[in-house]
């Protein structure tokens, strides 16, 4: 049953020290909020799990909260590298970490494994790649029926799911619109649920008849974070921040620049400070 | 037309292979502004997928990243990413498979993994995210690089995705049954698969490049097809119609959210 808290109390809720973590969200949607949450309860020893860290994992990883990372393509998009994954992965600053590296479509079948409670999932893929050479998480299984071999990956479980959505109503259920990601996987695959939220209302109005809705008892605990996705964007409410992006390459290249930005940034600040990105493109549900 | 830059004579080369009937999985960066040229010139019809999800976009400007909302804004509908990556792409919907890389060899294999050893990285780079299941699912590959030495390597550190492995008909002993890359756009001239060994052989040079400039920018010994034909420089329409797409992408993406 969804809980509706502040963002302090629902990471309190939902995530400890050494947990297995994803944070999703396919460019859009970017819990970015909920990143800087963690870096504030300083949680460390974390598993960060997702298909494209970004921003949000270089500035976890920056601040010592990670030990490993499970992806499939880490770069800020459109712009580069991500300079504290690399600082982390090839100098151990600040503390080592580990790599599991998959492509896209086997962790998009992974989740989805998850999701269905399946302790795998198959797919035709890595054919002639080397990836199944340096991850032994890649493996490969017979089909019983045709004989084909096929690749099979662990399914992803997570301890806890973070995502951002554009609404919840006031039971908890989560509307998410646009760019689907693989969020509903993560949060049905997870063992507790944390979703913020662009803001809550009486009641989603007019919608698809087949809209993408996570009932309020998939969800473990809401924040009301409008703003919450910046710099990435949140369909129908504001876009993506690419000059943001941009300055990121220069704000992560060097360590005490770095520093100095997340303290004046993230931990003297709030999710409130996410409130000034926030507005509503358009009226209607799209 | 006599002006024009060597870039855009490759992303203009690219775009023209690119059928009105194809349905098109789309790379982000110069694949992206090829297939985008194509569906705005000669293919109007063309579907464009990008790995977000979005099916059937008609973006107005050039998306930063492969999820921008712009994408959603202009689709036919948008899926989920397994969605996308069981039923379209592993489901075998797609005709072509754009993409781009950060080393080739001269069976068109890609790295964008790493340069250097996988576990003491000269360079991490980021990784294949969708590349290593659109190198065997699509009908067919486009590939899109500006040519180097050092891009265009004798030996790939990393194998992220399939070419023609190592040549021949390795593909189908793999168990493949899609035809790999078919042709590679450079800012210097077209490479396509020699029939039987697969080797990526020039088959068009791009007007006043010289064949000493493409060996001086091929880590190995290239080689020619048995004709070879002067690439059709861009005309009028097409570097119009591309100038205005980066104009207007350059306009969009400069300005804060």
């Not at chain 1, 982390?88 to 790599?99: H, L, R, S």
């Not at chain 1, 490969?140 to 109503?169: K, M, N, Y």
């Not at chain 1, 004046?264 to 209607?284: C, E, M, T, W």
């Not at chain 2, 052989?201 to 001086?216: F, K, L, M, W, Y």
Request: charged letters at 20%.
């Amino acid at each position: 049953m969804a809980e509706f808290l502040s963002l302090a109390q629902a990471m309190e809720a939902t995530m400890r020290d050494g947990d297995t973590v994803a944070m999703e969200g396919f460019t859009h949607l970017i819990p970015h909020a909920a990143g800087h949450e963690v870096v504030r309860q300083r949680r460390k020893g974390l598993t960060l799990i997702r298909m494209t860290p970004d921003i949000v994992y270089d500035q976890l990883i920056g601040m010592g909260c990670a030990e490993k990372v499970v992806f499939s393509w880490g770069g800020n998009p459109g712009v580069g590298s991500l300079h504290r994954f690399r600082d982390a992965y090839e100098n151990g600053w600040p503390n080592k970490i580990t790599i599991e590296e998959h492509s896209h479509a086997a962790m998009a079948n992974a989740y989805e494994a998850g999701a269905a409670n399946l302790p795998c999932a198959i797919l035709r893929g890595y054919i002639g790649a080397d990836l199944p050479k340096v991850n032994p998480n890649i493996r490969h299984i017979t089909c019983p029926f045709t004989g084909e071999t096929l690749a099979a990956v662990p399914s992803i479980r997570p301890d806890v799911a973070v995502v951002h959505a554009q609404r919840a109503d006031r039971e908890g259920n989560v509307l998410i619109e646009g760019i689907l990601g693989v969020q509903k996987e993560a949060v049905l695959a997870a063992k507790r649920a944390l979703v913020t939220i662009e803001e809550v209302v009486d009641d989603f109005g007019p919608r698809s008849l087949n809209a993408v809705i996570l009932p309020h008892w998939t969800v473990t605990a809401i924040a009301c974070v409008p703003g919450g996705a910046h710099p990435s964007y949140a369909q129908g409410y504001y876009k993506r921040d690419n000059a943001y992006y941009k300055a990121w390459d220069k704000i992560s290249r060097d360590r005490d620049g770095f520093l100095a930005w997340m303290q004046a940034n993230v931990i003297a600040g709030g999710p409130q400070d996410f409130a000034k990105y926030a507005r509503r493109l358009s009226a209607a549900a799209e | 037309m006599s002006d024009y830059t060597p870039s855009e004579m490759m992303t203009i080369a690219a775009a023209r292979a690119l059928r009105n009937e194809d349905i098109c999985f789309v790379g982000i960066g110069a694949p992206s502004a090829a297939c985008n040229l194509a569906r705005l010139t000669h293919a109007p019809g063309i579907t464009l997928i990008y790995e977000s999800g979005t099916l059937a976009t008609k973006p107005r400007v050039l998306p930063l990243s492969i999820g921008d909302g712009e994408l959603c804004d202009t689709a036919l509908t948008t899926v989920s990413v397994p969605e996308m990556f069981r039923y379209w792409l592993q489901g075998g919907r797609i005709t072509v498979g754009f993409l781009g890389g950060a080393q080739i060899d001269r069976y068109a294999n890609l790295n964008t993994t790493v340069v250097g050893p996988y576990d003491k990285p000269k360079t991490r780079l980021p990784g294949g995210g969708g590349a290593p299941e659109i190198a065997i699912s699509c009908g067919e590959i486009f590939i899109i690089m500006k040519q180097a030495p050092r891009s265009f390597a004798a030996k790939l550190d990393f194998v992220t995705s399939l070419g023609h492995g190592e040549g021949g008909d390795h593909r189908q002993r793999l168990g493949v049954k899609t035809k790999g890359p078919t042709r590679l756009v450079t800012d210097l001239c077209i490479f396509e698969p020699d029939a039987e060994t697969k080797e990526m052989t020039i088959t068009s040079i791009h007007p006043g490049v010289t064949r000493d400039v493409i060996q001086e920018n091929t880590g190995w010994p290239v080689r020619y097809a048995a004709s070879v034909a002067e690439t059709t420089p861009p005309t009028a329409d097409e570097l119009a119609v591309l100038r205005e797409l980066h104009a207007r992408t350059a306009a969009e993406h400069g300005k804060a959210a």
